[in-house]
């Protein structure tokens, strides 16, 4: 079972325990929301009515830089996470909690002790309160060096008017159907993320990224989602969408962007990712165009799909388009394969039977 959650400003990556026991913290040790450094010791594992002292139980220390202490909301023992096993908790802890918002089986109690009290209570709101700040400082910090990463790349933009109307009739037949049938919303983003995969994989000399001084390709299609959170902006990836059913890929991108806002998401859920779509056309945005996500070559901004002037044949008419743009590395791709590549992307989208059959 996990034994204490170490965050970092992205993920967050949970230590399991290699032997059985209880988790033994320091009455001096680190607390939920304070920052520990590397080989720091966090408690021991001992066994059922072991005691510290000459035998030296295993050490449980922080392997990595920067690392957080348990999780506020994880318990503090191996023992307390069994089935059937219930904490005591005191009146004035359980009304304080309410009073306060806290689910009360997510307050600790004290190092040694079984039973939580008003003052695990108090600490625990503060631990949250207290540490909110710097973790969103931490993660603006992160967000700045990539941008700053970003903006040194040589880039260009590609602009297209997809004509979405097929799309949008598309997603409104199985919306109701996949539903029912399968528990999943269907979204505008899943088809898109079905598209962009099956377009990499089309046109392989795309799906590759630079790499001191040389193009390195990739041989997965793997596509990243940006999710914005009330702390940070984060990319969880979607794993080989090119192979997948569009039923797969919505219930896995529903399950990434839950993590994404619980903070829950582990490190090989935002990795390898050969290109990023950015969505704000849940914001009402018309057309924008989105900053490259390093190493990544490639990030597809879409606009919202709405009714604008389209021209079909002679005549101009209200029709649902789709403002979609690329911005591309330009040391790994030149303007006739960027152009080939939106081309393509745009082909799908407005033909999107092939995405579900």
Request: hydrophobic share 45%; charged share 20%.
């Amino acid at each position: 079972e996990p034994l204490f959650a170490r965050e970092s400003d992205k993920v967050t990556m949970e230590a399991e325990a290699l032997d059985s026991g209880v988790l033994h913290t320091l009455p001096d040790g680190p607390q939920p929301g304070g920052i520990v450094v590397v080989g720091q010791l966090l408690g021991y594992l001992l066994a059922e009515g072991e005691e510290i002292g000459p035998a030296q139980p295993i050490q449980v220390s922080a392997g990595a830089p920067a690392l957080a202490p348990p999780n506020p909301t994880a318990p503090p023992s191996v023992e307390e996470r069994k089935p059937g096993t219930r904490r005591p908790v005191s009146p004035r802890a359980r009304a304080r909690a309410k009073s306060l918002g806290l689910d009360i089986n997510s307050v600790p109690p004290a190092p040694g002790s079984n039973r939580v009290v008003e003052a695990d209570v108090l600490r625990f709101a503060e631990a949250r309160t207290s540490s909110t700040p710097a973790a969103t400082s931490r993660a603006r910090k992160v967000i700045a060096a990539r941008l700053e990463e970003s903006f040194r790349t040589p880039h260009f933009y590609v602009h297209a008017e997809v004509d979405a109307a097929g799309l949008a009739k598309l997603r409104d037949e199985l919306l109701p159907v996949l539903l029912e049938r399968d528990g999943v919303r269907l979204t505008y983003n899943d088809l898109l993320v079905k598209a962009a995969a099956v377009t990499l994989r089309s046109l392989p000399q795309v799906n590759c990224y630079w790499r001191e001084g040389t193009v390195v390709p990739l041989d997965t299609a793997h596509i990243g989602l940006a999710v914005q959170t009330e702390e940070s902006l984060l990319v969880p990836v979607i794993r080989g969408p090119d192979r997948l059913t569009i039923t797969e890929i919505a219930r896995e991108r529903q399950r990434l962007v839950d993590k994404s806002r619980s903070s829950g998401l582990q490190r090989a859920e935002v990795e390898d990712a050969s290109l990023t779509i950015s969505n704000l056309g849940a914001f009402g945005v018309d057309r924008f165009q989105a900053i490259l996500n390093p190493p990544q070559s490639i990030i597809i901004a879409a606009g919202s799909i709405a009714k604008r002037p389209f021209v079909i044949g002679d005549a101009v008419v209200a029709r649902l388009t789709l403002p979609l743009s690329i911005s591309v590395d330009h040391r790994v791709i030149d303007c006739a394969a960027a152009a080939q590549f939106l081309r393509a992307l745009a082909g799908l989208l407005e033909s999107p039977m092939g995405l579900v059959v």
